[in-house]
Structures are given as C-alpha cells and as structure tokens.
C-alpha cells in the first residue's frame, strides 16, 4: 500500500471509533451471553451512513487484532461489515496487513472483516492477491488455537473469492491442504472432482452440521446427485481413497466425508454397502499415539455408523461387531452398541447373537489355515495358538523366513499376505476379550450353535476348544467337560473321557462349581498339559462378604490402596473399562473407571482419585488412590444404582476380578524398588500390603504353585506356607510373598531386592499366561534356590549385609 492508499483506508477512522465504543459502552449492562447485535441500543447503528459504518468495522478490526485485552467482536465487526458497502482491495489489504502486524487470539475475531471483504470484492480486484491469500487460507486450516467457527467461516469465505478471482471449479475451501488427504484426492481425482454438478454436490455435503441429515437436506442430495451425471462416482472414489488412505483427516474433510456417506447411502446395492463398511472401519480406526483414543474421522464414523446398522448383508454386522471390541472412544464406542443392538432388532438377533455371528473368518478353513499359490511357493497364512502367522513351502518343503524371490516378484501379494496376518491378529485378540466376558454371562447355546460358533469357526475355535464347558438335557442338571471330536462331530467329554448328554451348553465357572469339582479341573488341566487362553480352572472367585452387605451399595474391598497411575491407567483401558485422566485440572482429580458386565445388562464402577506430588512444580499424576466399587443395573438407556446384594454371582465376581487385577499388578507395593525410595508418605502402606493376608488371585496362585512346584527340579528346596514361598538357598534362606513378590531373607527379615528382567521358569508348562506375578514368583524361586551361582553385584551385594 502506497502511503495514499493507507489515508484514504483510515479516512474518518476515528470518529467512527468513538461512534462505536460509546454505543458498546452503553450495551455493556447486558449479559455476556446477549450478542451485542441484539440489545436495543445496536438498532441505531444499522442506520448509520455505509461510509460511516465501513469505518466502524475498520475500527473494529484493528481492535480485535492489536488490543492487548481482546474481546470477542465477531458478532459485533459481522454485523457492521453487512449489507452493501463499497469495500475495495486497499481495504483489504490494510485488513491483512493489520493482522500480520497484531496477535492471533482463539476467539477469530481478526479474520471475520477480511473475510468479508474477501468475499465481496470483484476478481479483478483480487488477481494480484490470489498466492498471499492462498497462503493465508494454508495456514488457516493448520491453526489449531483459533475456534472451529470463526476458523471455518474464514476459509470459506476466503476460499470464495479466490475462486472466483481464479476461476477454479473445485472450491478452495473442500479439500483443501490441512491433511494429507485433500492434496490426495486433488491430485488423483481431480477430472471427477471439477466434472459438472459435483462442486455443488460436494459444497452441500460439507454443508451437513449433524450426524444425521434432516429430510430437506437429503431431498436436496438427491436433486444433486440425479442433475450430476458423475455425482454418483465422485461419492464413490472419494471415499474409495479414503478407505485406503487410513489416516487421520482434518475437520473440515471429516465434515465433507460425513455429508459424502449420507449420499452413499442413497445407494441400496451391496456395492455401496461394502464400501461404506470399509469407510466406517476406516474412519472409526484409533489414530496414532500422539492421538490416542481419537479416531481418525469421528464425525464421519458416527454417521457411518448409524447408517451401517440400517444396511442388509454380512458386511455390516462384521465391521461394527468388530469396532465394538477394538474402539475405546467414548463417543464412538457408545454408538457402535446403539447400532449393534439396532442392526439386531431389525434382524431378530440379540445383541450377542450379532457379536457371535459377526466375527470374520478371513476365508480362513474350519482348522485355521488358507493356502494360496505365491508363484513357484505355497503361502499359509494359519493360526498358530493365538497368533496368525505366515509360512511359505515348495514342493511341500518348509522354508524358513520368505523367500527373496518373492519379495522381488510378488511384492502385492505379499503385501496382501502380511495386511491378511494382520487382520486375523486384530481378529483373535478381540474374539479373546469377548470369549472372556462371556465368563460374567448366563448363556446358554444349542448344541448346533455351540459346535459351529465355538468350535468349528477357525478364529474363535483357537479358544474354545480349550476351555471347559457344560451340558445339561434339563437346564437344571450340568455336566462339565472339554470339547472332543468323535467320528460323529463334536462332544463334550468329562474327566474320565466319558460324553456327556445334553442339548444345552454353556461357559463353566468355578463360581457355579463345588470346591472339589474346582481343584480336580485343576489337577486334570495340569496334568493333561492343556494351556487355557485365559485363566478358567484356576480363575479366582469373589464371593459377597458381610462387609459388603452391611455398606450395601459399594464394596470398599480393594479402596485406600496406592497404584502408580500410568500403569495402572494402561490396565484399565486394556481390561475394557473406560475411564477420565486423573490430572491438576478442574473435575481431574478423581475419576470413575466403567465397564459392562453381564452381556452388557450390568455396568461397574470403579473410583479412584489423584494422589498430589509432594513437588508442587510437578503437574503429572504419578499415583492415585484406590475408593468404592459400584454397580449400575441397565434400564432402557440409563443405568440405575443397584445394591451389591443384587448383583449376580457372576458379574459380581468377574468385575471385583479386574478390579483385584489392577491392584495387585499396579500397587507401589508390588514394586521391587520401592524400599529403596525413600519416600515416606506411603512406607506403612507399602509394608502393610507386602506382607498383607492373600487377596483371591494371590490364593489361586498359591494353589497353582503347589501343584507346579513338585513338578520341578527344587521341589526340595521349596515349601509353601500360608502367605508365602520359602526358598532354601545354598547362602541363605527366603521367603517369597504370594501376593507382591516381595521377597524377605531369613532369619533378620532383611529386604531383598530383585527387579526381574524376563520370565525364567524355562520350560515349565503353565496352566494360563494372564498372571505375570505368578511367573516372577517361580523365576525368583528359581534363582534364589541357586543363589551360590548369582553373580549380579547388586544383588550379591544385599546377600552380604
């Protein structure tokens, strides 16, 4: 700008200035959530001369970028700039200039006037504008710190002029550069993008504001896409691309997508069916770590959703029954089971009927294996225990690794071959955590059912034929067994191998079982040497204390206990319950972790809060503390508070279970190290729970080491007593605590310290592989038995004292 062209701009800047402080002044005795615009004293300034408003919003403008105390005028230089007033580029470019000189404040309000102005000026009046203002609308759609709205309102409007000054087809403002994927799709499908009637197509698309689209928008869609003779494929290969771009989108995009999937469903073939299961999976996937917990496009996921659920064929219940267990966004997760019980309504299905028919066998053979020719090789993609893996051979010859003519020459299929072993992972590990919580339900399956979903489908079959289940011709009268195959297809076999009679099958649980039946399924799991996927002979019980019904609505069993936060966090989101970070922010200093039990009738809780740093300069939570746990009984869409006496045997004792788990493994006392600390605020209570009476798990791990520990070669060396392992060493003798680890040396009760690096129980079969502390136990044993053979310093050092 010439020094002109900036007097003439600030031509009567002033005395407009004033006009519009003294009219603000006035206004300022209303609430904050009045808008300006509206209180009565604003209607004088609607008929102030165009000149004397332009001057108004100038003045306005300046305010909202350079005052050191901003306030939101966005509402206020808006309605100054509206109607027809004779902007020109000068004022522009002083609005730009004005912004570059001042500071970016969240509320926007810097960006409203050149936007306006932006988008009124004629093309010719821009031309020259066209790479400053294409820069601006860049950084715009990167700048997190301003509001949604304003943020948006801008680019659009910047966005609009540009296009008309260069005459772009496609508008600036959709798919714009603020992700990876808008200079993706512009760049592959920019013939389909620019073809006649899908700008406008797109333009309204990115126009839906809610999850689901009201009727005169999706009459407007229809219009579009039938007036659009490439409406129809531009819908498709939009999301095609993102189906396989499988990365996180900006909002703006999510917005555009969300509008793209309600004009998919228009379509009722299984095509768009398919493709709208893909983009649902792909929209919901959690982003990366730097994100965790959001997912890649969640307003495009809820949409698509919902839209799933309505949709006929296998894809639907597949996708979202999958989503169901791998999502841990609140708000996506409480969508996924609003469509899943919808999706089974329509089909006559419960809700675990969907969960059980969904589960995808990959194209997999009833024995978990699909071979494919890769050239000259066979490849095997086949569950190996619980885990997929993939295997090549020639001429039926084994070959280690993959061959490196096929990664020369069949590098696709090999690519397809390694995302396949993917899937199937994802796969099994959520079939493991719903074959799991089957444990808290009272279910039961036909025969026929139980065989095919349980048994012969090639993912779920790596669990269920290894656990015990139960038979019974009259519902009353149950017969416990494992799975066999005889001549005539599956049966179920007691301990003596004998079949067991029954059309009815369901999960055994020790909580339905007699202490005997317990300890001989034990025995015989030990003995057969048969490694369940999750601990269900030696599972631990919780049974009702009369402390827990005399408080009668909460059980305080596991409050006051001290856990390292992060860990412990971890463990709760991985055991399925979700739960608010405990932080120095207000509503952060206590949370409330929950999960559904019982087939999703029944809903725990379990408190917590934050335990404050002893440094008041540190803000991250490094312990928290241990409260009450509750129980909610599911009543239509909410959850009533139901006393603990009420709670069935089974989701009682599995929650009390997870809750018991993120004690004992996360608890400061289970921390070798912790002796070493010095930190007395929580001494008493790291020695009072070292040494503490046995919790439920501790007690089942205790059974599970007395009938392991003869099997080895210390037997000798070993016994147990009531809450320890004692260990004779060739220096020294110790004991070992079932429930912590902690190890104490005799006779003085001197504390040892070991911090265990790996597993080292060798070849010692285990029953289950879900207690870690059951493994550091044996491999401290171990060590300790032979402690004339250690050669740590550290740990010589503390045998000296």
């Known amino acids: 700008m010439t020094d002109a062209d900036r007097r003439r701009v600030e031509l009567g800047l002033a005395e407009a200035d004033a006009r519009i402080r003294a009219v603000l002044h006035a206004a300022s005795s209303y609430h904050w959530r009045f808008s300006v615009t509206n209180v009565p004293e604003w209607s004088a300034v609607e008929t102030w001369p165009v000149e004397l408003r332009r001057s108004a919003a100038l003045a306005m403008h300046l305010e909202s970028a350079t005052s050191s105390t901003p306030t939101a005028l966005n509402d206020v230089v808006r309605s100054l700039a509206d109607g027809d007033l004779p902007w020109t580029r000068e004022d522009l470019v002083w609005c730009l200039e004005v912004c570059a000189r001042g500071e970016s404040y969240d509320n926007g309000a810097h960006l409203e006037l050149p936007a306006v102005v932006a988008a009124r000026l004629a093309p010719a009046e821009l031309a020259d504008l066209v790479p400053a203002l294409d820069a601006l609308v860049s950084e715009l759609v990167g700048d997190h710190f301003v509001a949604a709205e304003p943020r948006r309102r801008a680019v659009l409007m910047i966005g609009a002029g540009l296009d008309r000054a260069t005459g772009r087809s496609v508008p600036s403002w959709l ?310 195959r005889d001549s005539d297809g599956w049966t179920i076999a007691d301990r003596e191998g004998r079949a067991a009679p029954g059309d009815q099958v369901r999960l055994w649980h020790p909580v339905r079982a007699t202490t005997d039946e317990v300890l001989a399924w034990r025995e015989h799991v030990l003995a057969t040497g048969l490694t369940q996927p999750f601990k269900q002979a030696f599972r631990e019980v919780y049974l009702l204390t009369p402390a827990e019904e005399r408080t009668h609505t909460y059980s305080n069993r596991f409050a006051a206990h001290i856990l390292r936060y992060r860990q412990a966090n971890a463990l709760v989101r991985a055991r399925g319950w979700q739960a608010g970070y405990l932080g120095t922010w207000d509503g952060g200093y206590e949370s409330e972790a929950t999960k559904p039990f019982g087939g999703g009738m029944w809903r725990a809780s379990f408190h917590h809060q934050l335990v404050a740093n002893t440094d008041e300069r540190r803000y991250d939570v490094e312990f928290c503390s241990t409260d009450q746990v509750r129980f909610a009984q599911r009543d239509g869409a909410t959850w009533q508070p139901t006393p603990v006496v009420d709670v069935p045997p089974l989701v009682f004792s599995e929650a009390m279970r997870d809750v018991d788990l993120f004690v004992g493994v996360t608890s400061i006392a289970s921390d070798p190290q912790w002796a070493d600390r010095g930190d007395d605020r929580f001494h008493a209570y790291w020695h009072s729970t070292a040494i503490a009476e046995l919790t439920p798990s501790a007690q089942v791990r205790k059974d599970a080491l007395a009938r392991l520990l003869p099997r ?48 080292r129980t060798g070849r010692l079969h285990l029953p289950f592989d879900d207690d870690p502390m059951l493994s550091t136990i044996l491999s401290k044993a171990f060590m300790l038995a032979a402690d004339d053979t250690i050669t740590d310093t550290t740990v010589l050092g503390q045998l000296a004292r």
């Open 175 to 484: 798919l714009h550069d603020g992700d990876g994927f808008g200079p993706l799709a512009r760049a592959e499908l920019g013939v389909v993008l620019a073809a006649p009637g899908v700008p406008e197509l797109l333009a309204h698309c990115a126009s839906l504001e809610k999850p689901t689209a009201p009727a005169k928008w999706q009459r407007r869609v229809d219009d579009l896409l039938a007036t659009a003779p490439d409406g129809t494929a531009a819908v498709q290969s939009i999301l095609e691309a993102f189906a396989a771009y499988g990365l996180p989108l900006h909002d703006d995009t999510d917005r555009l997508l969300r509008g793209l999937v309600w004009a998919l469903s228009r379509q009722p073939d299984e095509r768009a069916t398919d493709l709208l299961a893909r983009v649902t999976a792909t929209a919901a996937a959690a982003a990366p770590r730097q994100s965790p917990g959001f997912p890649h496009a969640q307003k495009t996921a809820v949409a698509a959703i919902q839209l799933l659920a309505g949709r006929d064929g296998e894809a639907p219940v597949r996708t979202l029954a999958r989503l169901a267990v791998t999502v841990r966004n609140k708000a996506v997760q409480s969508r996924v089971q609003t469509a899943l019980a919808s999706l089974g309504a329509l089909r006559g299905w419960s809700l675990n009927e969907v969960m059980e028919l969904a589960v995808d066998d990959h194209g997999l053979t009833p024995d978990g294996r699909l071979c494919t020719a890769v050239g000259p090789y066979e490849a095997a993609v086949e569950v190996i225990g619980e885990k997929a893996r993939l295997t090549f051979s020639r001429d039926a010859v084994p070959l280690k690794g993959v061959p490196a003519a096929v990664k020369q020459a069949y590098g696709g299929e090999l690519r397809q071959l390694r995302d396949l072993v993917k899937s199937v992972g994802a796969t099994l590990s959520g079939e493991r955590q719903r074959v799991e919580g089957l444990l808290s339900e009272e279910r039961t399956w036909s025969y026929s059912d139980w065989s095919a979903r349980y048994l012969e489908h090639p993912i779920t079959a790596t669990y269920g034929r290894r656990l015990v289940w139960e038979t019974s011709s009259d519902g009353h009268r149950w017969t416990a067994g494992l799975p066999r």
């Open 712 to 759: 080895t070669n210390i037997a000798d060396r070993v016994r147990l007593s009531e809450r320890h392992l004692h260990v004779r060493g060739t220096i020294r003798s110790y004991r070992i605590h079932l429930g912590s680890g902690n190890i104490m040396m005799e006779p003085d009760d001197a504390y040892l310290c070991i911090v265990a690096a790996r597993d």
